[in-house]
């Protein structure tokens, strides 16, 4: 195949463009709803898509101390071609499974910073094969299972800053 016909592996929102402000509807300040998300030009061999969307400026951008972990989703079945905004566990596509993110639980949980301008990574991941079970895995759990199996992935950066 050439280059030419090879599809872009793309993840975008309708919530809001690349490195631009994410809507307060999907945050802390609001209701805390997950953004819409879609996807496309998945690469052959696909079997399985996997969400981390995470915050590497936490707590201080200015003195960032560790990547804040907000939503984990693997398994995401190929054909499913993105997830709607707010979506709820028993909407997700058949098979998707939810890891845990940094307040110990599942789902979505939107921005929140403490100080300053945050960066958050939308980070989809195709996998060439579909992962066990692995009980409500942290983010680290997941990308050791993950680990020889990506085929591609892209990513969608939303920033947020509270209005104190």
């Known amino acids: 195949m050439s280059a030419l016909m090879m599809t872009m592996f ?6 809001f463009s690349h490195n631009a402000g994410i809507p307060s509807r999907h945050t802390c300040d609001g209701a805390d709803s997950s953004p819409a998300l879609s996807w496309s030009g998945l690469p052959e061999g696909t079997q399985s898509l996997v969400l981390i969307v ?3 400026d936490a707590p201080d951008p200015a003195a960032p101390k560790m990547t804040w972990v907000h ?9 499913a071609t ?7 566990e028993k909407d997700l596509p058949p098979g998707a499974l939810q890891g845990l993110n940094d307040w110990k639980k599942t789902g979505y949980g939107g921005p929140c910073p403490p100080i300053g301008t945050h960066r958050y990574f939308h980070k989809l991941y195709a996998l060439d ?14 990308e050791q299972a993950m680990h020889g199996h ?14 104190h």
């Open 82 to 88: 993105g997830l709607a905004e707010g979506i709820q």
């Open 10 to 15: 793309t993840l975008i929102s309708t919530a």
């Open 54 to 56: 995470d915050d590497p």
């Open 71 to 79: 939503w984990v989703l693997y398994n995401i079945p190929p054909a």
């Open 150 to 163: 990506i085929l591609a992935q892209t990513e969608l950066i939303g920033r947020y800053q509270r209005q």
């Open 129 to 142: 094969t579909v992962l066990p079970d692995l009980h409500h895995p942290t983010k680290a759990q997941l």
